[in-house]
């Protein structure tokens, strides 16, 4: 699990907890800010608005999307490359049909199908336009689902001002009694902040999180279209190696080097 994604949950529900429980009234009054009507018309109307948007399998998907978000990223820039330098020694000793073999061991499904575009003698543009059309396809499914959650963000305070007008002209069709005022009032702004903490606390950080995660795959697709079009031309292994760490950050070049050092002693 993605320990940053699951810290901050966890600390946005404290902040909200504490917030709550540092009156008078202590931990009583979360009480009340419990209200069965008032989650209904907020989480109830966001979900189902956004699912005038999407089909039903979009729609399901779109929401299991959330695993996805708390979940550990499994790209390793520095282990791609390193990859994609074994693959380059290999090529460059044996021939591009030895990678043939090499690709039936690789779990990336993106890479193999790259390599197995050049083993096959795919001219090198053609490669080049398949392996990015496919990344522009992955691409355009993570945007459909950050999509999904930037929508339900801003349904969230929407249906919780809708909740509240309702509380409100419940409210005043019974202002006779003076004494039901306040807790009225106090029940139709629930809704409100049910919305606020559907978009700010759920909605909006998934979304976030999610396109961080699509930046970091896709600008690894980019790293392997580079590397797999520089084995297809022959290039040395070490200038493959020094071209695809202009990907990386300082750091991670730093660590990449070590590596690299560790191996050769």
């Known amino acids: 699990m993605d ?4 810290i901050g949950l966890a600390a946005c529900l404290v902040m909200v907890v504490f917030g709550i429980v ?3 009234e202590g931990f ?8 069965a009507p008032s989650a209904l018309i907020t989480f109830g109307g966001s979900f189902s608005c956004v699912l005038i948007f999407y089909s039903i399998k979009d729609y399901l998907n779109s ?10 990223p499994v790209n ?10 074994e693959l380059s020694n290999i090529a460059r000793k044996e021939g591009l049909l030895a990678l043939e073999e090499a690709a039936n061991n690789l779990e990336d499904e993106f890479m193999k199908k790259g390599i197995l575009l050049i ?3 795919t001219d090198p543009e053609l490669v080049k336009s398949i392996m990015e059309t496919e990344m522009i396809c992955i691409e355009s499914r993570h945007k459909k689902v ?28 019974n202002l006779s009694d003076i004494s039901s005022v306040g807790p009225n009032m106090s029940t139709a702004l629930i809704t409100t902040l049910y919305g606020s903490i559907l978009a700010n606390w759920i909605a909006t950080p998934i979304a976030g999180k999610l396109k961080y995660n699509n930046d970091m795959e896709i600008m690894m697709k980019e790293v392997m279209i580079e590397g797999l079009l ?17 990907f990386l950050s300082p750091e991670q070049r730093e660590a990449l080097n070590k590596g690299d050092e560790a191996g050769g002693e």
């Open 119 to 121: 083993v096959d003698g």
């Open 146 to 173: 950050v999509v999904f959650y930037e929508t339900l963000a801003s349904m969230g305070p929407a249906w919780g001002m809708i909740g509240t007008l309702i509380g409100l002209i419940n409210m005043l069709k």
């Open 28 to 35: 009583a009054a979360l009480g009340n800010f419990l209200h």
């Open 63 to 72: 929401l299991k999307a959330f695993k996805i978000a708390v979940k550990a």
């Open 3 to 6: 320990l940053a994604s699951l």
């Open 230 to 246: 520089s084995i297809q031309a022959g290039e040395n292994p070490r200038v493959i190696e020094e071209k695809l760490k202009s």
């Open 22 to 24: 540092s009156g008078d």
């Open 76 to 85: 390793n820039d520095a282990e791609t490359i390193e990859k994609i330098i």
